[in-house]
């Protein structure tokens, strides 16, 4: 449902991708100029607290922002889903010391353990 919103630069003009590979991990949804990742938990994440803030301290620890979203609210409140994220898209400027598309290459030995600003 929310993929139908947010690709084609729907959401402010800005890219997003799904089930973007970022490190060790998959990330659900993923914006390069916001540097922001959107995760829509489930009941497949209920007992897996320790797991998910391991995957966050990682993701935060690249400089990215972490957005986590219940799977219920976007079944049933897309649009408060879509208006916050709206906000998260125009009060942050894409980063100008890094290009909108720009993700660290592994095949570069960029990204893991490193920290880029």
């Known amino acids: 449902m ?17 089930q973007q590979p970022i490190g060790p991990y998959i990330v659900d949804f993923f914006c390069a100029d916001l540097r922001l990742v959107l995760e829509i938990d489930g009941d497949t994440h209920y007992g897996r607290e320790t797991q998910d803030a391991v995957r966050q301290n990682y993701l935060e620890g690249q400089n990215l922002r972490v957005v986590r979203v219940n799977n219920s609210d976007v079944l049933t409140n897309l649009t408060g889903v879509l208006e916050f994220l709206y906000s998260l898209s125009v009060s942050d400027p894409p980063s100008p010391s890094r290009p909108a598309d720009a993700l660290p290459s592994p095949a570069r030995g960029e990204g893991v353990g490193i920290r880029t600003n």
């Open 2 to 18: 929310i993929w139908s919103r947010l690709r084609a630069r729907q959401l402010a003009g800005r890219k997003w991708r799904r």
